[in-house]
């Protein structure tokens, strides 16, 4: 009998692509072999068949070359601890019990998270990863941001979530797309730091208009009442994954709906960071 879950670490990242994903609730000898067998199929049509890189276009076995690799994810920046938006000198602001850094905005009217990573802004080249994932279904793409998220994670003193999370789409535009770009990331994000991914904590109950389109208070208003929680929070530290941060309007309405939840702590993962709110 198959079952329907969202949630399933059981698969590879191709699952992604499907909105619900149908799998075995137990493993047996066969599906065993087949995803072994499928695996080492993976690799050595990789070796014999190089790709491109999604950068420069030179020949590469992963998305990236390893010279576009070693340049773009180690961005000297300094940022906002809290929302993670890159600052300069004059902007430093620090709390008496908070050795980190923080931007004005944020100790004046703090978001509803606690804390944000982001690997880079979104600028060229790195932007075109983010393009290529959510609207390309190029799911390599959450991959390579997954490891190097995981990577600038094990390098801070943050302590780990209890469970990943991906900002969830609406349902008329997860059937539109066909796989949300955020839980491309998530999935193997939470993998790598052994905690347990679920897309069906949280769920986008209005179908809002996209927020690249809106200035700064109408995102706000956008995304205001537009989650709902189906999980127990109470007590616990959740990982709330993006792939691009731009105001974070979204990420606080996210993060205000499971505080009042009852979740202890809200840390946001995003691929990328807009220079400016």
Known sequence: ????????????DSAVMKADRLRLPFRTPVTTCAREFASAMKRLVDAAMPSQCALCGNLSQALLCKG?????????????????LPLAAPDLRREREDTRVHCAACLESPPAFNDTLALADYRAPLDTLAVELKFRARLAAGAAFAHHLHALFEDSDLSVPDVIV????SR?????RGYNQAWAIARPLARAMGVRADASIIARVRHTPAQSRLDRDARRRNVASAFSISGDVRGKHLGVVDDVMT???????????LKLAGARRVTNFVALRTPKD
Do not use: I
């Open 68 to 84: 576009c690799d070693a340049q773009y994810w180690n961005e000297p920046r300094l940022r906002c601890a809290t929302c993670a």
């Open 166 to 169: 991906p900002v969830p789409l």
């Open 247 to 257: 105001s974070g309007a979204t990420l606080d309405a996210l993060a205000r709906t």
């Open 1 to 12: 009998m198959r079952v329907f879950s969202a949630s399933s670490r059981d698969f590879p």
């Open 172 to 176: 008329a535009r997860l059937v539109a």
